[in-house]
């Protein structure tokens, strides 16, 4: 079936460090993939998708490119700051549902 | 556009109890999710409604979930004789048809 697996956190960096967080996934076809973010004592919001092989998708300065080639969506960031701390989840888009890897939680220090 | 918002945003309740979620979706999205996520687990997909019609559940929905949307708009999640292994954070999302889904920020219940 459709998984989604991520790098196991935490990641701890400090500020202005670059960010990776691996993400790869088994599905059938080329399903939509997400990154949503959930900042502590919020809801997951979304924080960029890519809906076709070799889309980009961006936002506040975290990347993430589409590679049917190796199955992967690595979010990348150049620069990260403390508000950045949070928890990211990758998913892809099976059918009508949205399937979610286990979460990589990110701290970033001073 | 003021979001999706679910009620309670938390709830205590003793084993054996029945509980009743509501959430409140976006207007004009016609599409409603249900999701689990447990302590250090990404979400997982219970069910959803397109419209009134509940087109999908998931296996984790056991015979005491049940969930309704009767007139389109907000929807509530019934657990039934709860258990100890219902513990969760229970999210909500909605859509407009297969575009992408905003959720809210979750209603986290306890079973003691």
């Known amino acids: 079936g459709n998984s989604v697996t991520q790098m196991e956190g935490p990641v701890t960096l400090s500020e202005e460090a670059f960010l990776t967080i691996n993400c790869t996934y088994t599905?059938?076809?080329?399903?939509?993939l997400f990154w949503y973010v959930q900042y502590p004592g919020e809801g997951l919001q979304l924080l960029l998708k890519?809906?076709?092989?070799?889309d980009k998708g961006s936002n506040k300065g975290f990347e993430a490119t589409y590679r049917k080639e190796t199955t992967s969506f690595h979010l990348e960031k150049g620069s990260v700051q403390v508000s950045d701390s949070a928890v990211y989840f990758c998913?892809?888009?099976?059918?009508?549902?949205?399937?979610f890897g286990t979460g990589t939680r990110l701290q970033v220090f001073p | 556009d003021t979001g999706v918002s679910q009620d309670p945003r938390h709830k205590i309740t003793k084993r054996g109890q029945n509980v009743t979620f509501r959430c409140d979706p976006i207007?004009?999205?016609?599409?409603l999710y249900w999701y689990r996520q447990t302590l250090g687990q990404g979400p997982e997909f219970l069910t959803y409604?397109?419209?009134?019609?509940?087109?999908?559940k998931s296996r984790l929905l056991s015979d005491r979930f049940s969930a309704e949307r009767p007139k389109g708009s907000f929807s509530t999640l019934e657990i039934q004789r709860t258990e100890q292994g219902d513990s969760a954070m229970y999210l909500c999302?909605?859509?407009?048809?297969?575009?992408?889904?905003?959720f809210g920020p979750g209603t986290r219940l306890t079973v003691l």
């Open positions: 999302a909605s859509s407009v048809g297969t575009d992408t889904q905003y």
């Open positions: 599905a059938t076809g080329y399903p939509s």
């Open positions: 890519a809906t076709k092989a070799d």
């Open positions: 998913a892809l888009r099976s059918t009508d549902k949205l399937i």
């Open positions: 207007s004009e999205h016609n599409r």
């Open positions: 409604f397109q419209n009134e019609a509940q087109l999908e």
